[in-house]
């Protein structure tokens, strides 16, 4: 089975603090996502990464920046946290060929006071 | 840019059959999925189906397409209550990097 990992469930940052929120997937995945989901709004893409070290926007990727050092790491950064940044956070991992679904971790709720 | 589009909330009777419907704007595209997210979990992908099918039936669930009216449906047979979620429809855009764009999600309640 597909794993996708994100480091935490719950996290809580004050307003102008440096957030990271890591990922990880097992199963050799090309593609990564990252979407903020909240209520009313369904998913929105923030950034995805279809390669090592390459990185693209997605459609909110302002105040977010993202790094992929390595292939199963996809990592979210918060440059400078604010309370409209309070939100679930969802990553994804998807193949380049074939059906494509993407793969889901549990969600990371991030909390800014 | 691409919508789409579902209801927000769908109430049904346990045993009952749900519908759960969705629309959207741009007629390219090559897979269009369904997924469950339970309460304070990720997505999970249910089903998925080629736009050029018009039904995909898996168990209890059965996908319809209707091309032409650009609307997506997940029938969902004898609901229980473990079926309580949201449901999100995507759809893969043709030519694009495995970029899906969902919709706003349907909350299904199912009641005794």
């Known amino acids: 089975d597909v794993k996708v990992t994100q480091s935490s469930r719950y996290l809580v940052k004050r307003t102008g603090e440096k957030v990271f929120l890591e990922c990880v997937q097992d199963m050799d995945h090309e593609n990564m996502f990252w979407y903020r989901q909240d209520p009313g709004l369904g998913l929105r893409l923030i950034y995805f990464s279809y390669d090592v070290k390459m990185k693209e926007k997605g459609d909110i990727p302002e105040g977010y920046s993202v790094s992929r050092e390595k292939k199963e790491r996809f990592s979210l950064i918060l440059e400078s946290a604010s309370t409209n940044q309070t939100s679930m956070y969802l990553c994804?991992?998807?193949?380049?060929?074939?059906?494509?679904?993407?793969?889901f971790g549990d969600g990371t709720r991030l909390s800014i006071l | 840019g691409e919508d789409v589009e579902q209801s927000l909330f769908l109430s049904v009777r346990e045993g009952d059959s749900s519908v759960i419907n969705c629309t959207y704007t741009d007629s390219s595209s090559t897979y269009l999925y369904w997924y469950k997210q339970e309460p304070g979990a990720g997505l999970q992908l249910l089903t998925y189906i080629f736009s050029n099918m018009d039904m995909k039936q898996d168990q209890r669930l059965t996908v319809l397409l209707n091309k032409k009216d650009k609307h997506l449906s997940l029938r969902i047979a004898d609901t229980q209550t473990g079926d309580s979620a949201i449901y999100f429809c995507?759809?893969?855009?043709?030519?694009?990097?495995?970029?899906?764009?969902f919709g706003t999600g349907t909350r299904l309640q199912v009641t005794l």
């Open positions: 994804a991992s998807s193949t380049q060929t074939g059906v494509q679904p993407q793969h």
């Open positions: 995507a759809k893969k855009e043709a030519g694009t990097a495995s970029k899906l764009t």
